[in-house]
């Protein structure tokens, strides 16, 4: 089991991804990374070990930005060095994917990829999702995420983000756990709900087959093929 916290909002994202990040490191892990947006660019930190690692690497290089994801890895697909750390991305390095789970068809897509002429750079199965999201990216980054999971298979959540579809950050579920938190302005995605408890207690818990879109302006909820459905939210009581 992994980790995945995102956070999209006024404030600074690093330090809130990277507490998020801690309170999922019950889960287990044994690399972790951090993907930042900055006025339309990616900036990745990722590194093999502790979060103490990712703390002190992000120190020596700093991010700063707008919104951004964060990633804890327990490796299924490649060993837990830092190339095969996630968050992943596409070939241009505008899309990037944090993933919990396993694509059983990987193989074969990755397959079709690189003779598409896509270029792989870690042995993950989570990479095949930014070159999917990548090919059939057309300036709506959701649009993208439905026509890629009609082509996936297996138990898995995913956040990605685009810095060609600012301001908003794609969650996943498909059989894995993932949560949405939303409050004034603020949007959350995390693996586990402690995790967002020092930010609001509205919650949503997707489904299998659900895709949050999580905006700064609030959270918009469709099932995989794209159709919109209303978000029932539920306020935490437990601490
Ligand atoms: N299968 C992916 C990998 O090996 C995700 C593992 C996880 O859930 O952390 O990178």
């Keep these: 089991m992994c980790g995945i916290f995102g956070y999209i909002g006024p404030r600074d994202p690093v330090p809130i991804i990277m507490g998020g990040l801690k309170s ?114 057309e300036g709506n980054l959701e649009q993208a995420v439905f026509k890629t999971l009609a082509q996936m298979r297996g138990l898995y959540a995913f956040t990605v983000v685009s810095a060609d579809d600012p301001q908003k950050i794609v969650a996943v579920r498909e059989g894995a756990p993932i949560i949405v938190g939303s409050v004034d302005g603020e949007g959350f995605v995390a693996s586990d709900v402690p995790a967002v408890l020092p930010y609001t207690r509205s919650i949503l818990f997707l489904d299998d087959h659900e895709v949050a879109v999580v905006a700064r302006d609030g959270i918009h909820l469709f099932d995989s093929s794209g159709k919109s459905r209303t978000p029932q939210f539920q306020h935490i009581t437990w601490d």
Excluded at 57 to 69: E, I, M, R, S
Excluded at 116 to 123: A, C, L, R, S, V
């Design 24 to 137: 999922l490191e019950y889960r287990g892990y044994d690399s972790a990374g951090v993907a930042i947006i900055q006025d339309g660019q990616l900036q990745i930190r990722r590194c093999s070990g502790k979060l103490k690692n990712l703390e002190e690497l992000v120190a020596k290089q700093p991010l700063t930005g707008q919104y951004g994801l964060g990633h804890t890895r327990w490796a299924t697909h490649g060993r837990p060095t830092e190339e095969n750390a996630h968050p992943h991305r596409d070939c241009k390095g505008r899309i990037v994917v944090a993933h919990n789970g396993i694509i059983e068809n990987y193989i074969d897509l990755k397959r079709k990829l690189l003779e598409e002429g896509h270029k792989f750079t870690t042995e993950t199965d989570t990479e095949v999702i930014a070159h999917l999201i990548e090919k059939h990216f």
